[in-house]
């Protein structure tokens, strides 16, 4: 989708009180992240978040087998699957896609590699509501006639065709 941005950039802190920082991205700066790389068998890579200001700071341990302890205790069984991960992504609501159409286009560029690049947390599925929801400007639906049973009066709203679509 983007070409990938050589090194990553840290996190560009802005505090607004509350015990939170948050990382700034604009026109002209927005954090990245190297491409993420398999470990060696029996080590692990953790990405960790924080609200003091960290944002997927990655560190490698290695995996102890049959360890003792008296904290906690993490065991993982590699022979049994649950289930597939199809991926990872975020909602797309009218009032995240305002907040993206208002940005000036570098900013927009910016914002969206974070989210979508190999350099950002490389989303790959994104979940939009059908009509509005509760992050929506004004309620809304498709189809308001009642016993409308035949859906004639189905129709995106406005918001959907400039916003979703």
Do not use: W
């Not at 924080?50 to 560190?59: D, F, I, N, P, V």
């Not at 590699?78 to 991960?85: C, F, G, H």
């Not at 286009?105 to 950002?120: M, V």
């Amino acid at each position: 989708l983007y070409p990938p941005l050589p090194g990553a950039l840290p996190c560009s802190p802005r505090d607004f009180g509350h015990g939170s920082v948050v990382c700034v991205c604009n026109a002209t700066y927005c954090d990245t992240l190297d491409p993420p790389v398999l470990p060696p068998p029996g080590s692990y890579i953790k990405y960790e978040s924080s609200k003091a200001g960290k944002r997927l700071e990655h560190s490698q341990g290695t995996f102890q087998p049959n360890a003792t302890t008296t904290g906690l205790l993490l065991t993982i069984s590699t022979s049994t699957l649950y289930q597939k991960v199809k991926g990872f992504g975020g909602s797309l609501s009218d009032s995240a896609a305002i907040n993206i159409m208002g940005l000036s286009p570098p900013a927009r560029d910016k914002l969206l590699r974070s989210y979508f690049s190999e350099c950002g947390i490389e989303y790959n599925l994104i979940r939009i509501p059908m009509a509005c929801s509760d992050f929506s400007t004004r309620p809304y639906s498709y189809d308001d006639a009642s016993d409308d049973y035949e859906l004639k009066h189905f129709k995106l709203a406005e918001e959907d065709v400039k916003m979703k679509v």
